[in-house]
C-alpha cells in the first residue's frame, strides 16, 4: 500500500484535500460541498467519493467536536434532537442507493443527487450571508427556543438523509435549519451544537457507506494528511484574508460545479458563471441600499476572527437608548441654568 499512495492521483487528492482545507479554515463552510464533487471530477467514482469523504470528515468534526465540548459551548438538547432524527436517516443512505438499478446506474443517480445537494448548499449558504446581515442571524445570546421538538428533528431527519445520500449538508444545510428555528441561539453554541450533532450523523453515514462500498486507501489517506493541515493553515490565515469575497467566490464554485455534475452543457455553465461574477456583486449593492445600507462595505457578518459575529450594519446611529440616556444626563449635569440664549439669540443658535 505504502507504493501505492505515491501514484499521481493520490498526489492529487492530497493536494486538492489541502486546498479545501484551506478553504473551510478559512470561512468554517462544511469540506463536503467541496471535496465531494472535487474527488469526482478527478475521475473517482461517486460512491466512493462520497464514502472516503465521509469517513475523512468523521475524522476531522470528532477533532472539532472534542474541542467545543470543552468549552461547553453546545446546546446537548438540541444537539440530541437532531441525531435522533439524523443518524437513521443518514446510515440508511448508501443502502438506498444501492435500490436503484444497476452499479452505472447508481452512479448516474449519485452524481445527480451530489448536484442537486450542491445546489442546496449554495442557496442556504447565501440565505445564511443575507440573515446576518440583514436579520441578525447568529447574533443571539442565549439558548435554544423552548419546544420546536418534532422540526427540529425533522431537520435532523431531512439533513441526514442528504449527508447519507451525497456527505454534503452537515455543515451548511443544517446550520442555516438551525438559525431558522432557534434564531436567539447564541453563535459560539450554534456552531458548538452544529460540530456535536455532525459526528453521529457523519459516522452513521460514514458506517453505512463503508459496508456498500469500502474504502479506498489510496483515496481516504491523502484526504485525512492533506485535509487536517490545511484546515489549520486556513484558520491561522483567516485573520489576514477577507473571507467575504472567498464565500463568494465558494458560491458560485458550488453553484455552477452543481450544474455541471447536473449535465447542463459547458456554454450555459460559463454563461452563468459569468453572469454570477459580474451581476452578483451589483444585486447585493441594490439589496444593500434597499435595507438602507451603504452599497460596499468591508464590514463581514461572518468574520472568524472575533469569536462572535459583530454586531448587525445601521446606517443610522445605534447608540443604545440607556447610553443615550446617560449621555443627555450628563450634559445636562454640567450645562449652567443661568447660561441660556436671550431673546435675539434664540433665533440665531
Known amino acids: 500500500m505504502p507504493a501505492e499512495l505515491l501514484t499521481q492521483a493520490a498526489l492529487a487528492v492530497l493536494v486538492v484535500s489541502f486546498l479545501v482545507g484551506i478553504v473551510v479554515g478559512l470561512t468554517g463552510m462544511g469540506g463536503g460541498a467541496l471535496m465531494t464533487p472535487a474527488l469526482v471530477f478527478l475521475g473517482i467514482p461517486p460512491s466512493a467519493a462520497v464514502a472516503n469523504d465521509l469517513v475523512a470528515a468523521a475524522v476531522n ?31 440508511a443512505g448508501a443502502f438506498l442507493i444501492r435500490l436503484v438499478g444497476s452499479p452505472e446506474e447508481q452512479e448516474d443517480l449519485l452524481k445527480v443527487f451530489i448536484g442537486v445537494a450542491l ?55 443544517i446550520m442555516v435549519a438551525l438559525l431558522l428555528l432557534h434564531p436567539g441561539l447564541a453563535a459560539r453554541r450554534l456552531v458548538g451544537t452544529d460540530l456535536v450533532q455532525a459526528v ?44 467575504s469575497a472567498i464565500r463568494r467566490g465558494i458560491v458560485i464554485v458550488l453553484t455552477l460545479t452543481g450544474l455541471a455534475l447536473l449535465g447542463v452543457p459547458p456554454t450555459t455553465v460559463g454563461a452563468i458563471g459569468a453572469a454570477l461574477l459580474v451581476l452578483g456583486p451589483l444585486g447585493w449593492a441594490v439589496l444593500r441600499r434597499a435595507h438602507g445600507l451603504p452599497a460596499f462595505s468591508s464590514f463581514d457578518p461572518m468574520d472568524r476572527r472575533t469569536g462572535d459575529p459583530p454586531a448587525p450594519e445601521h446606517p443610522a446611529d445605534t447608540t443604545p437608548p440607556a447610553a443615550s440616556t446617560a449621555s443627555t444626563t450628563a450634559t445636562t449635569a454640567t450645562t449652567d441654568p443661568t447660561d441660556r440664549p436671550g431673546p435675539d439669540e434664540r433665533t440665531t443658535r
Open 119 to 173: 445546489l442546496l448548499a449554495a442557496s442556504t449558504y447565501t440565505l445564511r450571508v443575507y440573515g446576518s446581515v440583514f436579520r441578525g442571524w447568529g447574533r443571539g445570546t442565549g439558548d435554544a427556543a423552548q419546544g420546536r421538538t418534532v422540526a427540529t428533528i425533522a431537520v435532523g431527519a431531512v439533513g441526514g438523509l442528504l449527508v447519507g445520500l451525497t456527505s454534503v449538508g452537515s455543515g451548511s444545510i
Open 200 to 243: 453521529p450523523l457523519v459516522l452513521a453515514a460514514a458506517v453505512g457507506h463503508v459496508i456498500t462500498s469500502g474504502v479506498d486507501w489510496n483515496v481516504l489517506v491523502p484526504l485525512v494528511v492533506g485535509g487536517t493541515p490545511g484546515t489549520m493553515l486556513g484558520a491561522r490565515l483567516a485573520a489576514w484574508v477577507p473571507g
Open 61 to 91: 468534526k470528532s477533532v472539532g467536536a472534542a474541542v467545543h465540548a470543552r468549552t461547553g459551548s453546545p446546546d446537548w438538547r438540541l444537539a440530541r434532537l437532531l441525531v435522533v432524527g439524523s443518524v437513521p436517516f443518514a446510515f
